[in-house]
T-cell receptor
Framework: NAGVTQTPKFQVLKTGQSMTLQCAQD?????MYWYRQDPGMGLRLIYY???????DKGEVPNGYNVSRLNKREFSLRLESAAPSQTSVYFC???????????FGPGTRLTVT | RKEVEQDPGPFNVPEGATVAFNCTYS??????FFWYRQDCRKEPKLLMS???SGNEDGRFTAQLNRASQYISLLIRDSKLSDSATYLC??????????????FGKGTKLSVIP
């Protein structure tokens, strides 16, 4: 039981490049989330998916798109990366009607 | 005004000390409250939930004051392994069985031998 996994662990992009961050959970959780964490800013919600087939914007959605591929997988796409998107990205999941969120190990992204 | 505010620290305390962290939140509709722990370069993990009646888990005591919109965490007999960043978190229902968490920026604790 791996919990929440994220790939890649590290990534360096040039401005304007695109990439997709992958997230998968094996806990049969309904809800999944993408956060970014920046120094001095705390964790901020980018997008979330309350259940398979639904996605909603969080606090900082601009510049990102998401896909809830199935119940297990929730991906985050950067279409045209910008230096302001340099951050640590965390994926999380939670059971239906549960407060507790379980986080993946994070992806450290640098955009130059 | 930031929704969840914490003293960023750092708090540098000797082993065995008692340390208290405070947090305030602005959204009176917040329904649930938590402390998460985040080790350096790791993901956040739930430390404990916070209830109005107060709750204790070993050396850790959490308290909530809804009227003042204030949350606290007390760590007694600090251990070196308690060194981490402590995140104050509030939750509100966002529909379809999902809750949105709002995180404070965290308070860094270093326990010194």
């Amino acid at each position: 039981n791996a919990g929440v996994t994220q790939t890649p662990k590290f990534q360096v992009l040039k401005t304007g490049q695109s990439m997709t961050l992958q997230c998968a959970q094996d806990m049969n959780h309904n809800s999944m989330y993408w956060y970014r964490q920046d120094p001095g800013m705390g964790l901020r919600l980018i997008y979330y998916s309350a259940s398979e087939g639904t996605t909603d914007k969080g606090e900082v959605p601009n510049g990102y798109n998401v896909s809830r591929l199935n119940k297990r997988e929730f991906s985050l796409r950067l279409e045209s990366a910008a230096p302001s998107q340099t951050s640590v990205y965390f994926c999380a999941s939670s059971e239906f009607r549960s407060y507790e969120q379980y986080f993946g190990p994070g992806t450290r992204l640098t955009v130059t | 005004r930031k929704e969840v505010e914490q003293d960023p620290g750092p708090f540098n305390v000797p082993e065995g000390a008692t340390v208290a962290f405070n947090c305030t939140y602005s959204n009176s509709a917040s329904q649930s409250f938590f402390w998460y722990r985040q080790d350096c370069r790791k993901e956040p993990k739930l430390l404990m939930s916070v209830y109005s009646s107060g709750n204790e888990d070993g050396r850790f005591t959490a308290q909530l004051n809804r009227a003042s919109q204030y949350i606290s965490l007390l760590i007694r007999d600090s251990k070196l392994s308690d060194s981490a960043t402590y995140l104050c978190v509030v939750s509100a229902y966002s529909g379809a069985g999902s809750y949105q968490l709002t995180f404070g920026k965290g308070t860094k604790l270093s326990v010194i031998p």
